[in-house]
């Protein structure tokens, strides 16, 4: 079945430092791939996505780069600041299953000045 | 615009009694809507979606139930609540594969 691994964390990273939060997906289908960002307290938003192979999505600083022939959907910032600390979800849209999203168990990312 | 309201944003709830959470979706026809539980430190967990009124497909055997009475009205309910179903509940919708929007969550403490 279709399903998510991201990396665990937590992360920690001093301003400016380079992020890379991992992730990797199963799909049966034709997925559209997704992270999701959740800040302290708050539900979640849509920070970015990408819904064919070798498209990059980017916001705020953010990219990733969908990567068909290695199931891949890395999130990237070159330079963070202390208001990216959150929660960092990866999640996948299978067109092929109704468009059911399967959702990656979340990164923590605390950036400290 | 498209909005989603979820009610209320923190609940405290003794053990045993009642739950009745509401969400409601703005500017959009037909949507999948879904209600997701978040556990302290865990990702997160869908437990109901539904892709029309009254259709209804739970995830997780539990004692929560969920309706949709109207097209953009997600409702999510307990008759007894337990201490595991304290969490931070999500209500999402999504037409087609643009992605979910969610709402502001519920954070529900079971006493």
């Known amino acids: 079945g279709d399903s998510v691994t991201q990396m665990e964390g937590p992360v920690t990273l001093s301003e400016e430092a380079f992020l890379t939060i991992n992730c990797t997906y199963t799909?049966?289908?034709?997925?559209?791939l997704f992270w999701y960002v959740q800040y302290p307290g708050e539900g979640l938003q849509l920070l970015l996505k990408?819904?064919?192979?070798?498209d990059k999505g980017s916001n705020k600083g953010f990219e990733a780069t969908y990567r068909k022939e290695t199931t891949s959907f890395h999130l990237e910032k070159g330079s963070v600041q202390v208001s990216d600390s959150a929660v960092y979800f990866c999640?996948?849209?299978?067109?092929?299953?109704?468009?059911?999203?399967?959702f990656g168990t979340g990164t923590s990312l605390t950036v400290i000045p | 615009s498209q909005t989603i309201h979820q009610w209320p944003a923190t609940l405290v709830q003794p053990v045993g009694s009642p739950l009745s959470l509401e969400c409601t979706v703005e500017?959009?026809?037909?949507?999948?809507l879904y209600w997701y539980r978040q556990a302290a430190g865990r990702g997160l967990q869908l437990l109901f979606y539904?892709?029309?009124?009254?259709?209804i497909s739970s995830e997780v055997p539990q004692n929560l139930s969920a309706s949709r009475p109207q097209d953009r009205q997600f409702i999510l309910s307990s008759k007894k609540l337990l201490l595991s179903d304290s969490g931070f509940y999500l209500c999402?919708?999504?037409?087609?594969?643009?992605?979910?929007?969610f709402g502001s969550g519920t954070r529900l403490t079971v006493v």
């Open positions: 799909a049966t289908g034709y997925p559209s």
């Open positions: 539904s892709v029309g009124i009254g259709q």
């Open positions: 999640a996948l849209s299978d067109h092929g299953t109704g468009n059911q999203f399967y």
């Open positions: 990408a819904t064919k192979a070798d």
């Open positions: 500017g959009t026809s037909n949507p999948n």
């Open positions: 999402a919708w999504s037409v087609g594969w643009h992605g979910y929007t």
